[in-house]
């Protein structure tokens, strides 16, 4: 069973920073992308930074670049996601995402198309407030 579990989330002022994991379990293969997603009330689910193995390095969305860093650990089935200089639109429930498939899409692709990760974690919620 494939499972993946975010933890790190919390209450935070804003230019505060957070770190954000996920662990992932259940996959024969190990994760071909993952990524980090967040949905705010009312709005769309985001992609905000996806890494896609075949690629040189983690997409990040332009309102998170430079403020935002992916990294995964060396077994490769822990990743986080380092949250800096926090906006209060910052705020949402952030999700964890893998697929475990081969395939050929590059990391930004995962994140503009999240309907591409079967898998997904319970989220974890960041709220950004004074």
């Known amino acids: 069973q494939v499972q993946l579990v975010e933890s790190g989330g919390g209450l935070v002022q804003p230019g505060g920073s957070l770190r954000l994991s996920c662990v992932v379990s259940g996959l024969t293969s190990g994760w071909n992308a993952i990524g980090w997603f967040r949905q705010a009330p009312g709005k769309k689910r985001e992609g905000v930074s996806c890494f896609a193995l075949g690629d040189v390095a983690p997409y990040y969305t332009s309102s998170v670049k430079g403020r935002f860093t992916f990294s995964r650990d060396n077994a490769y089935n822990t990743v986080h996601l380092e949250i800096s200089n926090l906006e209060r639109e910052d705020t949402a429930v952030y999700y964890c995402?893998?697929?475990?498939?081969?395939?050929?899409?590059?990391?930004?692709?995962?994140?503009?198309?999240?309907?591409?990760?079967?898998?997904w974690g319970q989220g974890t919620q960041v709220t950004v407030s004074s």
């Open positions: 995402a893998a697929e475990g498939r081969r395939g050929y899409y590059t990391s930004q692709y995962y994140c503009q198309n999240p309907d591409e990760m079967p898998n």
